[in-house]
């Protein structure tokens, strides 16, 4: 995935190496979505953890797009909270962000997700120090809620 190795994006977005992506797509838990532009580039991609599963609780694992600041991001976003709720009945959707990502989480507040709390030194960076994450979720009845203003 070659959009969260972009310039820039270290501190922005989670990396996997391509082993680790084939094992993923290979493994039962995690579903990837990806957008992409008519003649097949990709645009976008996202990890989805727990679609079906029994406890209710989506996780989105990952999120990258290739030129933030166009709309694409929250568009695609609004897309997989929608087949959470919808297409697995889940009851949360939730995922953790770089707490430095402000981009992100302002995108993330938009589309209707919650603070839930911050993990203080939790992420290994490549240059060897830890960043925070902040939490971020919704529920199906504030989806539901929002589907009906």
Do not use: T
């Amino acid at each position: 995935m070659a959009i969260e190795r972009r310039p820039g994006f270290e501190h922005l977005v989670g990396r996997s190496s391509a082993e680790q992506h084939a094992a993923n797509i290979d493994g039962g838990e995690n579903r990837y979505f990806l957008a992409e532009d008519a003649a097949g580039a990709p645009l976008a991609y996202a990890i989805l953890q727990g679609i079906g599963h029994a406890n209710g609780l989506v996780y989105l694992k990952r999120i990258a797009v290739a030129s933030p600041g166009q709309g694409l991001g929250k568009r695609f976003l609004l897309a997989l909270i929608r087949a959470a709720f919808e297409e697995s009945g889940a009851a949360k959707f939730w995922l953790d962000a770089f707490v430095s990502n402000g981009r992100a989480r302002h995108v993330y507040a938009a589309c209707g997700l919650s603070e839930d709390g911050i993990l203080r030194e939790h992420y290994p960076l490549p240059d060897g120090s830890r960043a925070d994450l902040v939490v971020m979720s919704i529920l199906r009845r504030e989806w539901l809620a929002r589907q009906d203003a």
